[in-house]
């Protein structure tokens, strides 16, 4: 019903910037929130940054000043601008999505991962 692809990862040296994006598709009404996770190993998966349907967002403090969260809804697509990475920022990052496929039923979908590395 939702498929999500990331892509844009890669590997950066420190200060250096990325940009990743989300496409969505599949069959829904509306895309609701969208949200950019990031799993380093052994670590758990955790929130990078949301936003809305009406683009309000939210970022979790490491990133907050750095990274920058956006969506184009006529491309179903979400980014995420990464600018001044540091080692810590390396990690898998997942894009989600919630949608509504019918009145008052919504799913959520993950994508696959794309992979970022921050050299020093």
């Known amino acids: 019903q939702v498929q999500l692809v990331e892509s844009g990862g890669g590997l950066v040296q420190a200060g250096g910037s990325l940009r990743l994006s989300c496409a969505v598709s599949g069959s829904f009404f509306v895309i609701n929130d969208m949200g950019w996770y990031r799993q380093a190993p052994g670590k758990q998966r955790e929130l990078v940054a949301v936003i809305t349907n009406s683009r309000t967002t939210n970022y979790a403090d490491s990133v907050k000043g750095r990274f920058t969260i956006s969506r184009d809804n006529s491309k179903n697509t979400a980014y995420l601008q990464m600018n001044s990475l540091k080692p810590e920022d390396a990690a898998v990052y997942y894009c989600?999505?919630?949608?509504?496929?019918?009145?008052?039923?919504?799913?959520?979908?993950w994508g696959q991962g794309t992979q970022v590395t921050v050299s020093p």
């Open positions: 989600n999505a919630e949608v509504t496929i019918r009145p008052n039923v919504v799913v959520k979908g």
